[in-house]
């Protein structure tokens, strides 16, 4: 299976960034035939949504479409959010402008929320109410919170018991086994079923 990881923390060297990463390679460690493919929101050049791009000749659309293609290539997702002011960074919630259903309408996406301290919640419950209506990217119900996130996820050991590290470690593991259900039960379904009736573009 093929994962797109979204990396939404516009910070250079972010934490987000790390988990990403972290996640990739347990990813790939979990099964010699998965790959990844991250996209890291502060190395990529991604501009402020306009109406332009719902015209494929626009330069804007052209520009997003390299973006697309690497989206819409992904068999399962992850949406990785840090919480800024208690929010979603405007440079994740941007990026998801551009993604539609013809992309990821019906794929399994996990969310995960990144903290400094012991915060994360809030990313989560904002993303769970906005960013898949028109798109249908599905929410698996399971999330992941990394808190404490410079203190853990930083090596893959998971022997060393210290608390949250081993903890958090562990627990990226079981959301990762439920995302692979989800990834092998909806891809199944997408080939038996027609989902995409053009008459309903967005969702109510």
Same mark, same amino acid.
């Given at each position: 299976?093929?994962?797109?990881?979204?990396?939404? *923390?516009?910070?250079?060297?972010?934490?987000?960034?790390?988990?990403?990463?972290?996640?990739?390679?347990?990813?790939? =460690?979990?099964?010699?035939?998965?790959?990844?493919?991250?996209?890291? %929101?502060?190395?990529?050049?991604?501009?402020?949504?306009?109406?332009?791009?719902?015209?494929?000749?626009?330069?804007?659309?052209?520009?997003? @479409?390299?973006?697309?293609?690497?989206?819409?290539? *992904?068999?399962?997702?992850?949406?990785? *959010?840090?919480?800024?002011?208690?929010?979603?960074?405007?440079?994740?919630?941007?990026? %998801?402008?551009?993604?539609?259903?013809?992309?990821?309408?019906?794929?399994?996406?996990? /969310?995960?929320? &990144?903290?400094?301290?012991?915060?994360?919640?809030?990313?989560?419950?904002?993303?769970?109410?906005?960013?898949? @209506? =028109?798109?249908?990217?599905? !929410?698996?119900?399971?999330?992941?919170?990394?808190?404490?996130?410079?203190?853990?996820?930083?090596?893959? =050991?998971?022997?060393?018991?210290?608390?949250?590290?081993? !903890?958090?470690?562990?627990?990226?593991?079981?959301?990762?086994? &439920? /995302?692979?259900?989800?990834?092998?039960?909806?891809?199944?379904?997408? @080939?038996?079923?027609? /989902?995409?009736?053009?008459? !309903?573009?967005?969702?109510?």
């Amino acid at each position: 299976m093929h994962y797109v990881i979204i990396s939404g *923390s516009t910070r250079e060297n972010s934490q987000s960034f790390k988990v990403a990463q972290w996640l990739a390679t347990q990813i790939e =460690n979990d099964d010699a035939s998965n790959t990844t493919d991250i996209i890291n %929101l502060y190395k990529e050049d991604i501009p402020i949504w306009n109406d332009t791009a719902w015209n494929s000749d626009s330069e804007l659309s052209k520009h997003m @479409k390299q973006y697309k293609d690497r989206v819409s290539k *992904s068999d399962g997702l992850i949406l990785i *959010s840090p919480e800024w002011h208690g929010m979603v960074p405007g440079g994740l919630k941007n990026f %998801l402008l551009y993604i539609s259903s013809q992309h990821v309408a019906h794929k399994p996406c996990l /969310l995960v929320g &990144v903290s400094g301290s012991i915060g994360g919640a809030y990313p989560i419950a904002e993303l769970r109410m906005s960013g898949y @209506k =028109n798109n249908r990217m599905t !929410y698996i119900p399971d999330h992941l919170i990394v808190r404490n996130v410079e203190k853990v996820m930083n090596d893959h =050991n998971f022997d060393i018991d210290d608390g949250d590290d081993k !903890y958090t470690k562990e627990r990226a593991a079981y959301s990762l086994n &439920v /995302l692979y259900a989800y990834t092998g039960a909806l891809g199944e379904m997408r @080939k038996t079923h027609d /989902l995409l009736d053009k008459r !309903y573009p967005n969702g109510m």
